[in-house]
C-alpha cells in the first residue's frame, strides 16, 4: 500500500456525526497524518492533523471543538488508523475529505496541501438540511 486510504464517508443531517478513517500506508514512518477537504468549486483546506506520537495535533479553527483526531498506535512507526470524528456537522463541512501523509517539521504550515506527501483518493461526506 503505497497511499493512505479513506472510509467513512456519507450522508448526514445537519447536527449530526460521523467518524472517518484513514489506513495509513505504513510506509512512511515518522510522517505526520492529516484530514484535508475540498468542497465543490473550492480549495484544499487542513482540517486536521497528527504527529506520530501524538503530541503535535492541529485544527482549523472552523472546526475546533467539533472534530477529533486521533489514532491506533501500536508504536509511532506503525500506526495503522488515523480518525476523524466529527460532530455537529453543518452544510460547510460538507466536502471530499481526503487524508494526507507527509513529514511536516515544526513551524511548517501543515495546513497547505502541498506540505503533504502522499495523499488517498478521498471519502465524500455530505449534510443535508
Known sequence: QDQPVESGGGSV?????????????GGMHG???GWFRQASGKGREGVAAISPSGKRIYYADSV?????????????KTRNTVY?????LTPEDGAVYYCAEGYIRFGTA????????????????????
Open 110 to 129: 501543515w495546513d497547505s496541501p502541498g506540505n503533504w506527501d502522499s495523499w488517498g483518493q478521498g471519502t465524500r461526506v455530505t449534510v443535508s438540511s
Open 84 to 88: 476523524l470524528e466529527m460532530i455537529g
Open 64 to 76: 475546533k471543538d467539533r472534530f477529533t483526531i486521533s489514532q491506533d498506535v501500536a508504536d509511532a
Open 13 to 25: 443531517e445537519v447536527g449530526g456525526s460521523l467518524t472517518l478513517s484513514c489506513r495509513t500506508s
Open 31 to 33: 510522517n505526520m497524518v
